[in-house]
């Protein structure tokens, strides 16, 4: 059974800091990795979505890394801003359209 | 992208009621979900919503409780049945849409939040 873990749960860094936030998943036969943004009381965003066959992703100030054979994905942020405070998910799916989500890293940038 | 639309946004309901949630999206797609978030939780998968047959359950969601139509490829409705305060979550629709080059993005509806008193 997949299980997705995400380090740290939380995080608060002043604004202007580069940033890693964590994800793991146990069975590394995935279709794609896909990280959201949630803010407080809200929906999902889809921030960067990565290919099976991909390393890598990029989207502005985000960039995203895959390693399938170690079960691992980055997502890192540059130059962080108030607004980036929000919940960041990953998901993985696997093959046959199951999706499995991490617990999320709360984040908090401050002016 | 695709946009979707669900409806309430939010709802208080009474224990023992029943309460629908709808889910539009403007475009048609293969696949659409419905999943949970309880209260300071990640996201949990209730079932996947099939067009012109029975959903597809995850361990845990039975059919009873949980009732899902998809009587098109862009609608879908989820029934919370016989509520009780366990059931206060936030209730979001999803769905994996033709991206291009064989993989699916997925997206997600606002949420609906419902508070069972």
């Known amino acids: 059974k997949q299980e997705v873990t995400q380090i740290p749960a939380a995080l608060s860094v002043p604004e202007g800091e580069n940033l890693v936030l964590n994800c793991s998943f146990t069975?590394?036969?995935?279709?794609?990795l896909q990280w959201f943004r949630q803010d407080p009381g809200k929906g999902l965003t889809s921030l960067l979505l990565?290919?099976?066959?991909?390393r890598e992703q990029t989207s502005g100030r985000l960039n995203a890394s895959l390693d399938k054979s170690s079960g691992r994905s980055t997502l890192y942020i540059a130059a962080s801003q108030p607004g980036d405070s929000a919940t960041y998910l990953c998901?993985?799916?696997?093959?046959?359209?199951?999706?499995?989500f991490g617990p999320g890293t709360r984040l908090s940038v401050l002016p | 992208s695709a946009v979707i639309s669900q409806k309430p946004s939010r709802d208080i309901c009474q224990r023992g009621t029943s309460l629908t949630i709808q889910c539009q999206v403007d475009?048609?797609?293969?696949?659409m979900f419905w999943y949970r978030q309880q209260p300071g939780q990640s996201l949990t998968l209730i079932a996947t919503?099939?067009?012109?047959?029975?959903?597809?359950?995850e361990s845990g969601f039975v059919i009873d409780k949980f009732p899902i139509s998809r009587p098109n490829l862009t609608f879908s409705t989820l029934t919370v049945s016989n509520m009780s305060p366990e059931d206060s979550s936030i209730y979001l629709c999803?769905?994996?849409?033709?991206?291009?080059?064989?993989?699916?993005?997925?997206?997600f509806g606002p949420g609906t939040r419902l508070t069972v008193l």
């Open positions: 999803s769905v994996v849409g033709l991206a291009g080059e064989g993989y699916n993005e997925q997206f």
């Open positions: 069975d590394s036969a995935i279709y794609n």
């Open positions: 990565i290919q099976s066959s991909q």
């Open positions: 998901a993985v799916e696997n093959y046959g359209q199951n999706f499995v």
């Open positions: 475009s048609q797609v293969t696949m």
């Open positions: 919503a099939n067009q012109g047959s029975e959903a597809t359950y």
